[in-house]
């Protein structure tokens, strides 16, 4: 009974984690719980179908991973993330999302594998700098972002409330030993609201 119970707590853990697709190598982090989410609970919703089909459809392709690409959608824009081996391996991807229901507009950031860019190593030391600096920067933390760190370059992803938080995040994203480039696919909630209107 004691070896069953050990056997299972790994398990209880993982469901209650929030981990990237397939224990993803890319070096990914989000900066916000859903109760700090500035989009409301049906638009969340939406987003996590659409993130989940595009996931499970990746997931079951014969050259595609779920351990090389990971998914974001914010407001129905998806954004395809990670490392390919094939150059045609971008075109399924997003052949994959343009066949998920409820989305709007595909972006990518995906590059070619390269066996002699910086490795995890690397790439996990410039996450916990700049998780360390959001979480300690009272402008930025109730952010609604994602980072991943692919290559030794940032991209960032999400909707933040004003231009000042995105300014931050930015400051932050540059000013990083390491770092070759910053990506931002951002949204200001502010300008997403004013186009609504």
């Not at 697709?21 to 987003?47: E, G, W």
């Not at 094939?86 to 507009?105: L, T």
């Not at 009272?138 to 960032?156: A, F, W």
Request: hydrophobic letters at 40%; charged letters at 25%; glycine letters at 4%.
């Amino acid at each position: 009974m004691r070896y069953m119970i050990l056997f299972l707590v790994p398990f209880f853990i993982c469901a209650c984690s929030t981990l990237p697709p397939a224990l993803n190598i890319l070096s990914v982090f989000d900066l916000y719980s859903s109760s700090q989410d500035s989009r409301d609970i049906y638009i969340q919703t939406k987003d996590k179908i659409i993130k989940t089909n595009i996931q499970s459809q990746i997931l079951a392709h014969k050259t595609l991973s779920n351990y090389d690409i990971d998914v974001e959608s914010f407001y129905g824009e998806v954004l395809l993330i990670g490392e390919i081996d094939e150059p045609s391996d971008e075109q399924k991807a997003i052949d994959i999302a343009k066949s998920v229901s409820g989305v709007n507009k595909i972006r990518t950031f995906l590059i070619p594998k390269n066996a002699n860019s910086c490795g995890i190593y690397e790439n996990n030391s410039i996450l916990l700098k700049l998780k360390k600096e959001f979480y300690a920067d009272n402008v930025v933390k109730g952010s609604t972002i994602r980072v991943n760190v692919i290559q030794c370059k940032v991209i960032l992803s999400g909707v933040v409330n004003t231009t000042n938080e995105l300014k931050h995040i930015m400051w932050y994203s540059t000013h990083i030993d390491s770092v070759d480039e910053v990506y931002s696919f951002i949204h200001v909630f502010e300008e997403l609201k004013n186009k609504k209107d």
